[in-house]
């Protein structure tokens, strides 16, 4: 499944989140340039709004505690552009999401040697349109499904 190249991807962190805390709260808002392929991930305690286009293509993630365990919940603008737009941009989202899941998780990677629980968390995504065939959740697995292969010895 690897199809993120580590040397396409900028990680900012925001204070007061660093590499390893907290859990809550810490939002990924990702980005991504349609000319170069790179991927921009910024992790803090906000999502980075000012990193959002008009185009409304990036994946917004954050972990969400729940009977004392934690889930991680993305959101994806799906949209109220009609059918026709509305289901393109549902198709991208769907073919991109393993790589965007795959980013947050890379880009993240010492959170995890903290808190490896979390690498069997469940993802939950939430498709938003104004259109109820695709406005929905869904369990697209947990953040273990994504990692990439890493060197010898690390997460």
Not at 10 to 18: G, I, L, M
Not at 36 to 61: H, S
Not at 104 to 117: A, H, K, N, S
């Amino acid at each position: 499944m690897s199809r993120l190249n580590p040397e396409k991807l900028s990680v900012e962190f925001r204070p007061p989140v660093t590499a390893t805390e907290p859990i809550v709260p810490r939002r990924y808002t990702l980005t991504h340039s349609d000319i170069t392929a790179e991927l921009f991930l910024t992790i803090g305690p906000q999502y980075a709004y000012e990193k959002i286009n008009e185009m409304r293509d990036e994946v917004l993630a954050e972990w969400r505690p729940n009977n004392g365990f934690y889930f991680l919940y993305v959101y994806v603008f799906v949209g109220n552009y009609g059918p026709g737009i509305n289901a393109i941009r549902n198709n991208i989202f769907r073919r991109e999401l393993p790589l965007a899941l795959e980013a947050i998780v890379y880009g993240d990677r010492q959170f995890y040697t903290v808190y490896p629980q979390l690498l069997n968390a469940p993802i939950y995504i939430y498709f938003d349109s104004s259109d109820p065939s695709y406005n929905r959740y869904e369990y697209w697995g947990t953040p273990s499904d994504y990692l990439s292969p890493q060197p010898k010895g690390s997460l």
